[in-house]
Nanobody
Framework: QVTLEESGGGLVQAGGSLRLSCAFS????????MGWFRQTPGKERETVAV????????YYADSVKGRATISRDKAKSTVDLQMASLKPEDTAAYYC?????????????????WGQGTQVTVSS
């Protein structure tokens, strides 16, 4: 059973940066597309960034494009999300997800396994 554990959330000032990390276990990491998603109360979960199983392809939501970088480390079985120039509207619970489809999906519904989430709060 694939399990995902996020870390790195917290309180950050606007304009600051943070790095979220997701530890993958219970499967062959290289077979899984990985994604970061976020959700605020009362809103649907939205995609932040996705990286393909090979690492060759990435996708970023328009809202974070140019401010976020997703990366994966095959040796550590981790996927990181580096975000800079944080804004109060980036405040959300951030979730890591995995799926073993051939093509990397860009919507949350295409992901099978989910972590518990980590809260990011950006103060103005």
């Amino acid at each position: 059973q694939v399990t995902l554990e996020e870390s790195g959330g917290g309180l950050v000032q606007a304009g600051g940066s943070l790095r979220l990390s997701c530890a993958f276990s219970g499967g062959t990491f290289g077979n899984y597309n990985m994604g970061w998603f976020r959700q605020t109360p009362g809103k649907e979960r939205e995609t932040v960034a996705v990286i393909s199983w090979s690492g060759d392809s990435t996708y970023y939501a328009d809202s974070v494009k140019g401010r976020a970088t997703i990366s994966r480390d095959k040796a550590k079985s981790t996927v990181d999300l580096q975000m800079a120039s944080l804004k109060p509207e980036d405040t959300a619970a951030y979730y890591c997800a995995a799926d073993d489809s051939f093509y990397a999906g860009v919507v949350p519904q295409e992901y099978k396994y989910w972590g518990q989430g980590t809260q990011v709060t950006v103060s103005s």
